[in-house]
Each structure stands twice: as structure tokens, then as C-alpha cells.
Nanobody, 128 residues
Framework: QVQLVESGGGSVQAGGSLRLSCAASEYTISTYCMGWFRQAPGKEREVVATITGAGITSYADSVKVRFTISKDNAKNILYLQMNSLKPEDTAMYYC??????????????????????WGQGTQVTVSA
């Protein structure tokens, strides 16, 4: 399994921005499907966005336009830029990785089950 370490969480007011980072332990970013997920208290973990090894992105409807997933292959870091944050974005955010063909990530509707490597999470709190 790949070691993943998230950072960049914090507390912001509604309308603010944060950028999350996820550092991988080996050269996975360029070849793996990478994803950002979140889990709010009392709720199931849900997918936020994914990016294939080739850079194809997908977003949950709730974050489209506001969030951007990207990566730096040379640094082996995954990012999630979050703008126009809302109180309902409050959650623990996790990054995850799974090896697939470079053009492929599982459809978002499949949820978390296809990912084996997970970070420890970083908390995002958005106040009204």
C-alpha cells in the first residue's frame, strides 16, 4: 500500500478558500487513480473528486465549479483547491490511491470501495 499524508485543513468562514495537499510515499501520482473523499460526523464517507494518472478529473455535483483537484507529478503531491466554501463542506477530508490503467478511475457512484490506500485525514471546518 501507498503511504499518504494530508495537510492544509483548517477553519474558515463561509465563502473562504482552502487548499489541501496529499503527499504520497512513492511515485504513484503519475500512474494511480487518486481521489479526495470526505466524511462528516454521523455520515458515510463520500467521494469529492478523482483524477486519473493521465489527469482526467471527475467531481461530485455538490462541489463542481467550487473545488479543483490537481496534482504535481514531479513532487508526487495531490491537491484539492476549495473555493466558496459552505458550512456543509465541514468534514474530515481524506486522500486515497488505487492503481488502475492511467486513463481510468472508478465512476463516482462506486464510492470508496475500490481504494486500498488512505491517508489519516485533515479536518475542514466552515463556519456560517
Amino acid at each position: 500500500q501507498v503511504q499518504l499524508v494530508e495537510s492544509g485543513g483548517g477553519s474558515v468562514q463561509a465563502g473562504g478558500s482552502l487548499r489541501l495537499s496529499c503527499a504520497a510515499s512513492e511515485y504513484t501520482i503519475s500512474t494511480y487513480c487518486m481521489g479526495w473523499f470526505r466524511q462528516a460526523p454521523g455520515k458515510e464517507r463520500e467521494v469529492v473528486a478523482t483524477i486519473t494518472g493521465a489527469g482526467i478529473t471527475s467531481y461530485a455535483d455538490s462541489v463542481k465549479v467550487r473545488f479543483t483537484i490537481s496534482k504535481d507529478n514531479a513532487k508526487n503531491i495531490l491537491y484539492l483547491q476549495m473555493n466558496s466554501l459552505k458550512p456543509e463542506d465541514t468534514a474530515m477530508y481524506y486522500c486515497a490511491a488505487q492503481r488502475f490503467a492511467t486513463w481510468y478511475c472508478p465512476p463516482l457512484r462506486r464510492g470508496i470501495g475500490d481504494f486500498d490506500s488512505w491517508g489519516q485525514g485533515t479536518q475542514v471546518t466552515v463556519s456560517a
